[in-house]
């Protein structure tokens, strides 16, 4: 597949005019100007990286909470219209029982892959291991002190396949980070109050990455720093933003970009099922919820419950709102969190040898095309 007449971001720099050569699921060629190749014209779009998402629980009706091989399989290729070709499923706090049925059929959908459609990386674990302190639409009854044993049987019921896990740092001695690491899982500090002395600790140890930063957790105090002021503090240390617009003020947006720059911060939806669906009532668990244009509420309270944004209205967001080149925000949409994923020999950047995964889109950001691994998973 030749895609040509096209303007191509790479890691480094633009093509102003250039096409891509895929061969079976890589990037075989580059090249700039034009060529007398036969392929798709794309009229000037422009190609970014396929996005790569580490924190969505659904969407287009689908809660990943259900349990079912099709409503994944559903999710997997509806995701693509939003430009995603990666992503990490979240799953939210459940009961033992739920966790068998959500794990069991999470494992099976993991292993049987193979349609054009965005590709899931495996298991954002957010939950059970939080802060009561901080739960936000978690249930109560249902949390746990992180542990290695409860940890242990979630790691062996998915398949081996949990990739990231929100956990309050503060509930524990430093010994769960460890052995998160030690099983190749990244620890993400969120949903905490912790202090800032004991988010310092775990990351000392290497926990680099947090969890929808400024959601669920203190502010930035200046006399008592906790989580967020580590966060933005520290330059190896990656920040999940949703930048929606509803879940971080815009002018906070604006901050979080000043204090980390492009190189550490990586945009996420959070979305649940409601996303991609007609505004009116959802279940968000057994919580009423109301959807209403991209905001999500608890239906009794009126307080944020999940999100309803696409991740390209996120990506349009943030960019509309600083303005950083094409450039720069394809490390926000994917080079940044494929590093962290530990995936980036793979995808994350547009490479010969790397896997075509692949994002056309339009001057406004509108998403034209997405192909994962060489194969078109969306085209408008
Ligand atoms: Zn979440």
């Not at 090249?31 to 036969?38: I, R, V």
């Not at 029982?97 to 957010?126: D, R, V, W």
């Not at 998160?180 to 620890?187: D, G, V």
């Not at 995964?357 to 339009?362: F, T």
Request: a negative charge.
């Amino acid at each position: 597949m030749i895609l040509k007449n096209a303007r191509i971001i790479l890691e480094d720099k633009e093509i102003k005019n250039g096409w891509i050569e895929i061969e079976d699921k890589k990037i075989k060629n580059i090249g700039e100007g034009a060529t007398t190749l036969d392929g798709t014209d794309l009229n000037g779009k422009t190609i970014m990286p396929g996005f790569i998402e580490c924190h969505v629980h659904g969407g287009y009706g689908v809660d990943f909470e259900t349990g079912t091989v099709e409503g994944y399989k559903k999710f997997a290729k509806l995701v693509a219209q939003e430009g995603v070709t990666k992503y990490c499923q979240g799953s939210v706090t459940n009961s033992r029982e739920n966790n068998i049925k959500y794990f069991g059929a999470f494992k099976e959908f993991m292993a049987s892959q193979t349609e054009p459609a965005a590709i899931c990386l495996g298991c954002h674990l957010e939950g059970p291991f939080i802060s009561p302190e901080k739960k936000g639409a978690h249930e109560l009854e249902l949390l746990a002190k992180p542990n290695e044993k409860d940890m242990q049987e979630l790691i062996d019921l998915s398949g081996n396949n949990i990739r990231v896990v929100t956990y309050a740092n503060d509930l524990q001695d430093g010994s769960f980070t460890k052995f998160l690491l030690k099983n190749r899982i990244i620890p993400s500090m969120g949903h905490t109050p912790t202090s800032y002395d004991d988010a310092m600790r775990d990351y000392k140890l290497g926990a680099k990455h947090c969890t929808h930063l400024f959601n669920a957790m203190s502010g930035v105090d200046h006399r008592e720093p906790g989580l967020a002021t580590l966060a933005l503090d520290y330059d190896d240390f990656l920040v999940e933003v949703i930048s929606d617009g509803i879940h971080v003020a815009q002018p906070v947006l604006e901050l979080i970009y000043r204090a980390k720059g492009p190189k550490q911060i990586c945009i996420i939806t959070d979305a649940m099922n409601a996303k991609g669906m007609p505004d009116g009532e959802y279940k968000l668990g057994n919580l009423d919820v109301v959807k209403k244009g991209m905001r999500v509420a608890l239906k009794s309270s009126g307080m944020l419950a999940g999100a309803g944004a696409t991740y390209d209205h996120n990506v349009r967001i943030y960019h509309s709102l600083i303005g950083m080149s094409l450039v720069e925000l394809s490390w926000m949409t994917a080079t940044n969190i494929a590093h962290q994923l530990g995936i980036y020999e793979e995808t994350g950047s547009i490479e010969v040898n790397k896997l075509a995964d692949l994002v056309v889109v339009d001057d406004d950001l509108n998403i034209a095309m997405t192909i994962v691994e060489g194969q078109v998973a969306f085209q408008k």
